[in-house]
């Protein structure tokens, strides 16, 4: 892999470097990933050069938002429901062990450490700039692959028509879990043709850094042309299936959330417009794009659909 994966007994960068020095470093690797270079390596060995860096299709130019903002301002319900909750519940998510189940209509179903689902060097990681949006928007430099990878390598049956995907269920650890917010554990789902479109990533990490625990760690996905909900973090479970899987803010409130929550300014949320957004860092508010302006990319996969109704 070529992003350092460290253990939780493991020091953090912060503890055995002078705060000055890791701030100094923390910009530097921002800069990177600004400039397209030097980007998810451990930093003794930024200097190495000799590896290929190239960011991943798709990649925005746009600013990106601050690490600080990317990392503080989060929904991850499992860990509470405000916005600074999760980093400052972060340390409650235990990542290890961690296993991945892939199973359902696929003829290679199994379960694996995390190390070996991410082991095989055909997972490609890249840096994907991508935007999300959910209200707010953010523009953030995933580390991650193309999420087809892992479904290729399960080889999908001709029956399977939609992705199933599970977050972690640890009630004793997650305080949101102990409590009806929402009903446990989070799922998620994509139709198998969304799951397989390469602009839907499974992120392993961001800014070239290690996946905070409040962004989803050790693995979450990212769909950036649809509202942030289904970007389902801290994946135990991947299943295929035929029919449509349920997901967890449809579940709770099917009038507000449907399937496929495509970024859509045109069909406002019962309870608020969604024509616009307010990126993190600007005072302006900006006009939401259809498909958050990956139109040309995905708006094929809806040909025919009306998506009033398949909101
Ligand atoms: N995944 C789980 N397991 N639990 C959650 O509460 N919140 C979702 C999504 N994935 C959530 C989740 C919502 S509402 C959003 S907007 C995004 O995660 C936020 O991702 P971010 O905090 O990395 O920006």
Redesign the pocket.
């Given at each position: 892999m070529l992003i350092r994966r460290h253990r939780s007994s493991d020091p953090r960068p912060s503890e055995i470097t002078p705060r000055d020095v890791y701030q100094r470093r923390r910009d530097f690797l921002k800069t990177g990933v600004a400039l397209g270079a030097g980007l998810f390596l451990p930093a003794s060995t930024v200097a190495d050069s000799s590896l290929d860096f190239s960011p991943g299709p798709f990649s925005t130019d746009e600013a990106l938002t601050p690490f600080e903002d990317?990392t503080t301002?989060?929904?991850?319900?499992?860990l509470g429901t405000g916005k600074s909750d999760?980093s400052r519940n972060a340390d409650l998510l235990r990542t290890e062990p961690w296993t991945v189940k892939v199973d359902g209509l696929c003829a290679n179903s199994g379960e694996y450490d995390l190390e070996d689902f991410l082991r095989p060097r055909e997972l490609q990681e890249r840096i994907y700039r991508l935007r999300?949006v959910?209200g707010w928007s953010?523009v953030i430099p995933w580390v991650g692959f193309e999420l087809n990878r892992v479904l290729k390598r399960a080889e999908p049956l001709g029956s399977a028509r939609y992705v199933a995907f599970e977050?972690v269920m640890d009630p004793d650890n997650l305080p949101?879990q102990r409590r009806p917010v929402?009903e446990w554990?989070?799922v998620?789902g994509l139709r198998l043709d969304e799951a397989m479109h390469p602009l839907t990533i499974l992120a392993v990490g961001l800014y070239g850094e290690e996946l905070p625990n409040?962004?989803?760690a050790p693995l979450?996905l990212v769909v950036p042309w649809k509202?942030?909900?289904?970007?389902?973090?801290?994946i135990v479970r991947i299943s295929f299936t035929e029919v449509e899987p349920p997901t967890?803010?449809n579940r709770s409130q099917p009038d507000e959330y449907g399937f496929y929550s495509n970024v859509n300014p045109d069909v406002a949320h019962p309870r608020w417009s969604q024509r616009t957004e307010r990126r993190i860092g600007e005072f302006r508010r900006r006009r939401t794009e259809p498909f958050n302006g990956y139109g040309e990319e995905v708006a094929s996969l809806y040909e025919g659909m009306d998506l009033t109704r398949h909101f």
């Open positions: 990317v301002y989060n929904n991850f319900y499992e999760p999300c959910e953010m977050t949101g929402l554990p989070y998620e409040q962004n989803g979450r509202y942030g909900f289904k970007s389902i973090k801290s967890s803010w």
